[in-house]
Nanobody, 115 residues
Framework: QVQLVESGGGLVQAGGSLRLSCAAS????????MEWYRQAPGSQRELVAL???????NYAGSVKGRFTISRDNARNTVYLQMNSLKPEDTAVYYC?????????WGQGTQVTVSS
């Protein structure tokens, strides 16, 4: 059974930082494409960052240079380091794993950035 558990969200002032974690079980994150999405109220879910099985990364233009996706193989955990946060980064952040022909989602963690 595959489980993705996000943590690390919270309330932060504009300009601050947060690090989100996505702890995986039942799946090897090195064998999956790992992604972070976010969804703000009234908006569609959007891809924020992805990490390929070979370590390649890609970011949404709105977060490039501020967010970093990474993986800790020993902990089987994927992180999203978010710096220079802006109020428009406020959303529920979700972790997604694309593995073989399936994809899996976590339950989400709320990030709120105050101005």
């Amino acid at each position: 059974q595959v489980q993705l558990v996000e943590s690390g969200g919270g309330l932060v002032q504009a300009g601050g930082s947060l690090r989100l974690s996505c702890a995986a079980s039942g799946i090897n994150t090195r064998a999956a494409v790992m992604e972070w999405y976010r969804q703000a109220p009234g908006s569609q879910r959007e891809l924020v960052a992805l990490l390929t099985t070979t370590g390649g990364t890609n970011y949404a233009g709105s977060v490039k240079g501020r967010f970093t996706i990474s993986r800790d193989n020993a902990r089987n955990t994927v992180y999203l380091q978010m710096n220079s946060l802006k109020p428009e980064d406020t959303a529920v952040y979700y972790c997604r794993a694309r593995w073989l022909i399936s994809d899996y989602w976590g339950q989400g963690t709320q990030v709120t950035v105050s101005s």
